[in-house]
Structures are given as C-alpha cells and as structure tokens.
C-alpha cells in the first residue's frame, strides 16, 4: 500500500513556496487541470478505439510531475516511462501532438510513430517516454552525464515506478551515479502497485523504498503526501538545489495514487473485494475523496484568496474545450503513410548525407 | 607504407578523434588507467585523462545506457565491451534505446553512439565469451554494424562511425589485434573508410568468396591454396559493413563468377550470410551456376576444447571442399 498520509507541516510557507506568485500558483493548478481534463478526453477516446495499444493514465498523480517540472531551469532535463503524458504536458507540449500522437496520427509528437508511451520534445528538455520498466533508468543517468561533461549547471529528473525499482538497469545506475557524482535526482513515484502486484508483493524493504539509496552512498527523501503540489516543490527543490550546488544524486520516493488502472484495459483494478481483484472501489474512492492533489490545490488556493471556485470552473471548462480541440484536430489529420514507415530510422539516411547514400540500411524488396 | 598493428590502428584512430572533437570520449571497463584489458586504448588515458577515457565499473547496462542518454544531448561516446559478448547484458539499452531512440522520437533525436569490442571465437573462453553477435546487431534498424578485417580498415572505419550520427556497433576481433597491416601515415592526412563499401581483397574469375571479419583472412588463404594446387582463382570480397551493405559491389562479383562460398564465423542459422545468400538468390538467381554455399561455424554453442574450437571456426579446408564442391 502507499504510504500516502497528511502533511503535519504547511508547505505553502516553505520558501521555495512562498516565491511563488498569485499568477504563477494559478498556472499550476491550470497544469494539473490540463493534464486532468487531456486524459479523461483521452480514455473516452479510446474506448470510441480511436486509439490502439495501452494507455497508462497519470489521473491522480498530477502533482508531482507539474510541482517536479516547476522547479525546471534552462539546462533541468525531464525523462520518465511509459506513464508520461503527464510530464509531457507539464513541460509544455501542446494537446494536440500529444492527442495525434495517441491517435497514431502523423501531426503527433513523434508522427505516430511512437505512441502513448513515448512522447518526446527535446527542445523542452523532455527526453520521453520509454515503454521498458527501468529501462529510462541509465539514460537519465546520461543527460546528468552529459550536463556534468559539458560543464552545465543543471539536472536530470528521471522519473520512475515503484515496480522499476527492482530492476538491474536502475541498481546499476544508482552506482554509477554515487560512484562519479552526477546531477541525476531519481523521482520515484510510488502509487502503491507495480501493475497488479502491490509494493508488499514486489519489493523487498527496510522503511521505505527510496531507502535502498543509501547502500550507494545518496542522499534519499520521501514524500508522504504527493498529493500536495507545495509539498512536492519542498522536496524536489531540495534535490535540485543539491544537484546543482554539489553535482550530488538524489533518490525522492513521492507517495501518490493512480485512479485508473494499471492501463485502462486493467480488469481486476476497481474490484468489490480483493478476492476479486488487486485493490477494491473502497480504497479509490478513499484516494479519490481524501488525496485529490487538484482537490487539495483548489482548496488551498482559494484559502489563499490566490483563486475563487468560479475561477476554477473556468480553467477547467477551458482545458475542457481545448481536450475537445485536440481530439478534433487528431481525428482530422492524416495517418503516417507507408513510406513513412523507412524515415527517422537513420539519421544519415533521412539527411540525405555521403553516408546515408552509401550502401544498403534497408532489406525490403 | 608504413606498417602498424590493428590495435595501434584502433588507437590512433581514437587518439585522432579525441583531438578533433570535443564531444568525443572512450569509456569502458579498464579502458583508461589499466590501459586497455587488450591494450587497445593503451596510453590514451595518460594523454587525454580522466573526462576523455572513462573507466567503468563492470556495469554494462549502466554504463552504456548512461552513453545512448549522453549521446542524446550530443556528446560523441565510444563505449568499449570487454567482450562483444557481454551485449547480453545490456540489450535492453542497445536495442530498445540506442536503437530506437530516433524512430520513436520520429526523429528528434539523435544517437551518435559507437560500442565497440571483440567478437570472436577461436581465443578458448568458452561459449560465453565467443559470441558473434554480427547478425543479431543488423537485425535491428537503427543500428549500424561494422567488422575489419585487417589494420587499414580498422582504423579508417573507426574513425567513420564516430563521426557518423546513428549507432555503430564495431566488431573487433582479439585474433587480429596483434596483426600487422599498411595504414597510411597521419601526416599525408585524414584517413577515413565509408561505411557500406565492401573490398575486393583479392581478384580472381572462377569463384566468389564472400566474408567479413576475420573470415576474410581464412577465405584469402584458402583461395591461395586453391591458386597453388587447383589452379582456382578466387574474388575475394571483404564486405567490412554488414549494415549498410555494399549489395552492387556482392551482386557484381557474382556475376562474374557465378560461383559463390560465404565464409561466415557466425552460426548459420540467421547468420550474416543466410541474409546474403537471400539477396544473392533474389538478384543474381540468373547469374548462378551453381547453389550458394557457406562455410559458418559448426552449430554449437562455442566449444572449449582449445584443437576442437579451431575446427568449429570456418577453416581454410572447409572453404577449400565447399569450393571444390561447385566446380
């Protein structure tokens, strides 16, 4: 089970909180309603099969990816796994390339090619999207690498599951990471079950599993309520802080909760009972009601006087109608044809360069 | 010409490209202060130091996975495996990320990645460290596949993949290490060997011997015994790249000939030349007279027994019989 719990303390106050403007807080609670509002259109969307293969929804986790990706400066890089098109907003990519590339059209993200679990925009510093399990593990590693190499002051947020914690790729990254001092943070998201297998089933812990990283020498956190934006911010901004200053590893563990299942074709998610299924109606409705991080949000800026619930009614009716804009404008453009199926395979071979023309790269008829 | 050995013509080619590019550095298990497990990158820690020459931990999908995300943002990394056959390992970070990377991105990013090492039997290590994975490498578009055969084509084609922009994955081979060949002298100017041009090694009419790797070597003595006691002239074609594949310079020897022997160190079941005796029957069908024949290793995991392990490796006599066969 997650570990999700009330925060004893008041995050808003915190400095890094305190900074944040009026505007600046309403644009957050925009991010997450944004997010929110994509990808309810989007599973709607998928079951009118508009769309093939998975869809991994992020709805209850928002605000760790929108309060991790706040934090981002000039030379931050953002990578994460399949559960991405989250992060993928959060960095600012449009709805529309996002709902095209889910509907495998060739104006998505990555002209169709690559999916629901891969969405990719370098030029915001967002390096996808992987579908392996632990598999974005070591290239995460490598933007830190890279940004260490080039003498930059910056970091790689590299966001994972609490299921990829047990793979190889990301023991091994952790390693290197304390080894040579790279400016990675490991943000483990942990919404309590690694598909159908609970955390209690899959790993094997002392307290918690951000723990692990002191075998390797790195400083470690949690968050306990990852549901609260401020909260997240706190503590991710400490990891950034230190990356940036001492070029030091950070592994965060933020306790957070997902309401749809696994995929959306995840049957035994939303059970009665667990002879059923792996978590019953009961406890999502417990999330839903008491961990909402929208919810809590609004709550706490309207507390705040930052916002009023007519204000929030409009930010939604708007990410609302710009979901509905960017099902029509994934509905109404072309799909990649075949010949698109042979670029982007080869850099050379696209450019049209020496080597590109040199020699056969392909073996059809 | 001035004569190097295949390792010193590796070296230099790093050494060269190091200076040339910034974004260019080796990294691998003892590549830096223990100078090389097979010398190969011996003094170049001491020249460029500790950002150029990276020693890792023995980590493979750590360490190359951490090159495909820095190549990624640019950098230029030449991954060393100790053995090529330590792939295993990380085929999840060679295949799903090098690999594809670019595809998935629909091509907004790049991967200029080169991993690089020996793959070859015949040393007795056992199957575990004499794999070939040639075959299994071009199986994935996206990924470029490389094997010299001889110092010149070593060096030139080194320097190649690291300034090309996709990931090239290098076969080495421990047995031509310490051969010598011509290269030619840095100071007449930049040597560079494209990829996807094969070599004819050897001109001959009546048979094509067709090869990469150190099967080339083998295909060359066999077709010099073939000359001495058969009177058997052989083309010998080094194909060098697997991928991109040099497929006019395979379908014209072909045609002069009309006999071909593919002398392949892989398996043959989906090895290199299963793919080449398929183009060749696609295109060439008519230009045949006789069935394509190879000459792979034995269909075994790689054997120990140091005499046993030097008869599953193609032989010049195996070569010499296939031949002979189609005459």
Redesign the interface.
């Known amino acids: 089970m997650p570990v999700l719990a009330e925060s004893t303390t008041d995050f808003s106050k915190t400095e890094i909180n305190a900074a944040l403007t009026a505007e600046q807080k309403r644009h957050l609670l925009r991010d997450m309603i944004r997010i929110r509002e994509f990808e309810t259109g989007a599973f709607e969307q998928y079951q009118k099969k508009k769309m093939g293969g998975f869809l991994h929804l992020y709805i209850g986790q928002e605000a760790v990816a929108v309060g991790s990706v706040s934090l981002m400066g000039d030379n931050d890089h953002v990578i994460t796994a399949y559960r991405d098109h989250g992060h993928a907003l959060a960095v600012g990519m449009g709805m529309d390339e996002c709902m095209a590339e889910l509907f495998g059209k060739r104006t998505g993200c990555s002209k169709g090619k690559g999916g629901s679990m891969h969405f990719f925009a370098p030029d915001k510093n967002y390096w996808g999207g992987h579908g392996i399990v632990g598999g974005q593990t070591p290239l995460g590693l490598g933007l830190a690498f890279g940004l260490k190499y080039k003498g930059l002051k910056g970091c790689s947020m590299c966001f994972l599951g609490d299921g990829a914690v047990n793979q190889g790729a990301y023991h091994e990254s952790l390693n290197l990471a304390g080894l040579w001092d790279l400016p990675v943070i490991y943000v483990i998201e942990n919404n309590g079950y690694s598909m159908g297998t609970s955390q209690k089933r899959s790993s094997a812990f002392n307290t918690c599993l951000a723990e692990r990283a002191a075998g390797y020498g790195i400083i470690w956190d949690v968050v306990r309520n990852g549901s609260d934006l401020y909260e997240v911010r706190e503590v991710v901004g400490r990891a950034v802080e230190r990356a940036h200053a001492e070029s030091r590893p950070t592994v965060l563990e933020i306790a957070t909760y997902r309401y749809e299942g696994h995929s959306v074709a995840d049957a035994k998610h939303n059970k009665q009972t667990l002879q059923e299924g792996y978590r019953t109606k009961d406890e999502i409705e417990h999330y839903r009601k008491n961990f909402d991080p929208i919810g809590n949000f609004s709550e706490k800026l309207i507390q705040e006087g930052v916002t009023t619930e007519d204000e929030i009614k409009e930010i939604r009716k708007a990410a609302v109608a710009e979901t509905r804009a960017s099902v029509t404008f994934a509905d109404q453009s072309a799909f990649p044809t075949a010949e698109d199926l042979l670029t982007d395979v080869y850099s050379e071979v696209d450019h049209n360069t020496l080597a590109g023309r040199t020699g056969r790269h392909f073996f059809n008829d | 010409m001035r004569t190097i050995t295949y390792r010193q013509a590796l070296n230099e080619a790093f050494d060269e490209e190091i200076q040339r590019d910034p974004n260019v550095?080796l990294i691998g298990e003892e590549v830096a202060e223990y100078d090389g497990a097979y010398k190969v990158t011996q003094g170049l820690w001491k020249k460029h130091g500790d950002?150029r020459v990276v020693d890792?931990?023995i980590?493979e999908?750590?360490?190359?996975?951490?090159?495909?995300?820095?190549?990624?943002?640019?950098?230029r990394p030449v991954c060393e495996l100790m053995f090529w056959s330590f792939y295993t390992v990380a085929w999840?970070?060679i295949a799903?990320?090098a690999g594809m990377?670019?595809?998935?991105?629909?091509?907004?990013?790049?991967c200029?990645i080169v991993i690089r090492g020996p793959a070859n039997g015949g040393t007795n290590v056992g199957a575990t460290h004499s794999h070939t994975p040639e075959n299994i490498m071009a199986t994935i578009?996206?990924l470029?596949v490389v094997c010299p055969a001889t110092a010149r084509d070593a060096k030139g084609l080194m320097k190649?993949a690291i300034r090309?922009?996709?990931p090239v994955m290098f076969m080495e081979n421990t047995m031509l290490y310490g051969l010598e060949g011509e290269v030619p002298d840095p100071a007449d100017g930049d040597f560079t060997i494209?990829?996807?041009?094969a070599d004819l090694k050897r001109e001959g009419v009546d048979v094509s011997l067709i090869a990469h790797g150190r099967s080339v070597l083998i295909a060359l003595e066999a077709a010099e015994i073939l000359s001495a006691e058969h009177g058997i002239e052989c083309d010998v074609l080094d194909l060098r790249?697997i991928?991109?594949?040099?497929?006019e310079a395979i379908l014209e020897t072909v045609a002069k000939t009309s006999r071909v022997v593919l002398v392949d160190e892989n398996k043959p079941f989906c090895g290199v030349s299963a793919?080449i005796a398929a183009?060749i029957q696609e295109k060439a069908f008519d230009d045949l007279d006789a069935p394509v024949q190879r000459v792979c290793s034995i269909d075994a995991p790689a054997i120990y027994s140091p005499p046993v392990e030097k008869e599953q490796l193609p032989t010049a006599r195996r070569v010499i019989d296939k031949v002979l066969s189609i005459i």
């Not at chain 2, 750590?62 to 640019?74: C, D, P, Q």
């Not at chain 2, 991928?243 to 497929?247: F, G, I, N, Q, S």
Request: hydrophobic share 35%.
């Open positions: 550095f950002k890792s931990p980590s999908s750590g360490f190359i996975g951490m090159a495909v995300g820095a190549s990624m943002l640019g950098l999840d970070q799903n990320n990377v670019r595809y998935m991105s629909g091509g907004l990013i790049n200029p578009p996206g470029k190649t090309d922009n996709d494209p990829l996807g041009v790249s991928r991109p594949l040099d497929e793919q183009l």
